[in-house]
């Protein structure tokens, strides 16, 4: 089993490759939005609820990009994942949501700033890494 991608070839295949690191990106927007939307008309918590959907959204995500996005040849190399990649970036997606998870229930400004440091930074390294990667 290959742990990290060190090539090419090795993404999808290894447990963590470029990709994984978008998936945190996409669990703290995912549940960024769905706070928004259950937020919009209730005076109620949903928090238990946020991770819960936010768990549902990484396994539609996954379903999505190795069927889906892999029946239309969208998918990068035209493969599907390996089993463990699949596992690590539903982690991944869900730690996104946990941190989300932890920035709503503090003040606004840490809000603003750790979401420009959460996206801007995961998608900095997504990019290196790939760079770096595909250069091979």
Known sequence: MIIIARNKEEVGISAIDFFSFTHV????LILLTNYIILNLGFEISF??????????ASISWELLEN????????????RRDSKINVLIDMVFFFFGGLIGFY??????????ICTFIIIGGFLLITDIYAFLLLKT
């Open 103 to 112: 920035i709503i229930h503090q003040n606004l400004t840490l809000f603003i």
């Open 47 to 56: 928090n238990y609820l946020l991770l819960l959907l936010n768990f549902i």
């Open 67 to 78: 069927f889906i996005l892999y029946k239309f040849k969208i998918k990068y190399k035209h």
């Open 25 to 28: 990106v996409l669990g703290y």
